[in-house]
């Protein structure tokens, strides 16, 4: 199973990097999301567009991890008469960076993959246009909203991110978030950069939460004395250094997300677990870009990814949680990927006003 896995995130990135290079810009690189098609024509709000009267090019700005089948996308294009490009600059982090920065000159028409970590600095920079969608699943959505954004963003899907151990290596269960700065457990333990990784930073402010202002950075000066390794990316952390039976790397304990671990059950049994004590709810939106060239594709496209095809099909194609209530996650998930009873919240508002603070926190105790 994670064989096939791998193999659909490398032809999503090589289908990402294809498509941003036919589209306006270029760019690419880093991991996850997917797409599906309406069962019924995707509705806009009062001065929207139906996807039936949508038409012409739609330009979607996501994450460099995005996925979308062929098959559900060619399904969209022949409903609405809309021909769909992706453009991909980057992780999440960069991916906002960018929109922040070509604001007055917009990267496409509509975005897929900011999440609760990076969503203020861009509503707050005038990223997007107020759209509040109408599909079935936009109640949903709104439990998930952004405070003073709820016309901006719509929540599609979200995930606890989280450590992940190799069951083999802890055969007792895994240590708590605490412990792991026990020598017992010194060049265990790989992470992401929260200045490069978007689980990274959800993982660092996991951390804040759990040890608080005062505690939290010196846990990782700790964690630094404790050999704790730094990659750039999740892809690097999960299949290079992950010593999970399928990639054979030297850290049994790694960053990744609570939904990892039915990709590694083989033959009904599991070989690892998340952490659920380590978790960090992460929530990804979609927004309607500020001067779109098509604003009522854009629409159309936000009204999509509520449709019960597009949220039923992002478990098994993205590894995340829908956001809609009507759709069943696969069955396995309920054993091996259960969500965290208590994971890690910030304010949106408290992580805009401190990101960069903590990440040069951060970095001063892990990488200095």
């Known amino acids: 199973m994670r064989i096939l896995r791998t193999a659909a995130i490398a032809a999503a990135a090589t289908s990402v990097l294809a498509l941003a290079a036919c589209a306006a810009d270029d760019e690419a690189p880093d991991p996850t999301d997917e797409a599906t098609t309406a069962s019924s024509p995707a509705t806009g709000a009062t001065d929207g567009a139906t996807a039936g009267e949508a038409a012409g090019t739609v330009t979607v700005v996501t994450h460099d991890s995005f996925f979308v089948d062929d098959a559900l996308l060619a399904d969209l294009e022949a409903e609405s008469g809309l021909t769909v490009e992706f453009v991909a600059p980057g992780d999440a982090g960069i991916l906002v960076n960018q929109l922040v920065l070509t604001k007055d000159a917009p990267l496409g028409d509509v975005v897929y993959g900011?999440?609760?970590?990076?969503?203020?600095?861009?509503?707050?920079?005038?990223?997007?246009?107020?759209?509040?969608?109408?599909?079935?699943?936009?109640?949903?959505?709104?439990?998930?909203?952004?405070p003073g954004a709820e016309d901006l963003l719509t929540a599609v899907d979200f995930s606890d991110v989280c450590l992940n151990y190799d069951l083999a290596a802890f055969p007792?269960?895994?240590?708590?978030?605490?412990?792991?700065?026990d020598p017992a457990f010194a060049g265990q333990v790989s992470v992401t950069n929260p200045a490069t990784s978007s689980p990274g930073l959800a993982f660092?402010?996991?951390?804040?939460?759990?040890?608080?202002?005062?505690?939290?950075?010196?846990?990782?000066?700790?964690?630094?004395?404790?050999?704790?390794?730094?990659?750039?990316?999740w892809s690097d952390t999960y299949y290079t250094d992950f010593s999970a039976?399928?990639?054979?790397?030297?850290?049994?304990?790694?960053?990744?997300?609570?939904?990892?671990?039915?990709?590694?059950?083989?033959?009904?049994?599991?070989?690892?677990?998340?952490?659920?004590?380590?978790?960090?709810?992460?929530?990804?939106?979609?927004?309607?870009?500020?001067?779109?060239?098509?604003?009522e594709g854009a629409q159309a496209v936000v009204e999509w990814m509520l449709s019960d095809a597009f949220q039923a099909a992002l478990p098994e194609n993205m590894y995340v949680y829908p956001v809609s209530s009507s759709v069943e996650v696969p069955a396995e998930w309920a054993e091996f990927a259960p969500l965290a009873d208590d994971p890690a919240t910030l304010d949106p508002a408290t992580i805009d006003a401190h990101r960069d603070a903590w990440i040069d926190a951060w970095t001063a105790a892990v990488l200095d």
């Open 204 to 233: 660092m402010l996991a951390t804040v939460a759990e040890f608080g202002e005062d505690g939290w950075a010196g846990w990782w000066e700790d964690m630094r004395a404790n050999d704790v390794r730094v990659t750039a990316s």
């Open 245 to 295: 039976p399928n990639y054979g790397g030297d850290y049994p304990i790694v960053l990744s997300y609570a939904s990892s671990p039915p990709y590694e059950v083989a033959d009904g049994e599991p070989a690892t677990a998340a952490m659920l004590d380590t978790c960090f709810r992460q929530v990804e939106y979609a927004g309607v870009l500020e001067g779109a060239a098509n604003p």
């Open 172 to 181: 007792d269960g895994a240590p708590a978030l605490a412990d792991l700065t």
């Open 114 to 146: 900011v999440d609760n970590t990076f969503a203020t600095r861009a509503t707050e920079a005038g990223v997007f246009a107020a759209y509040s969608p109408t599909a079935s699943a936009a109640g949903d959505a709104a439990a998930y909203a952004i």
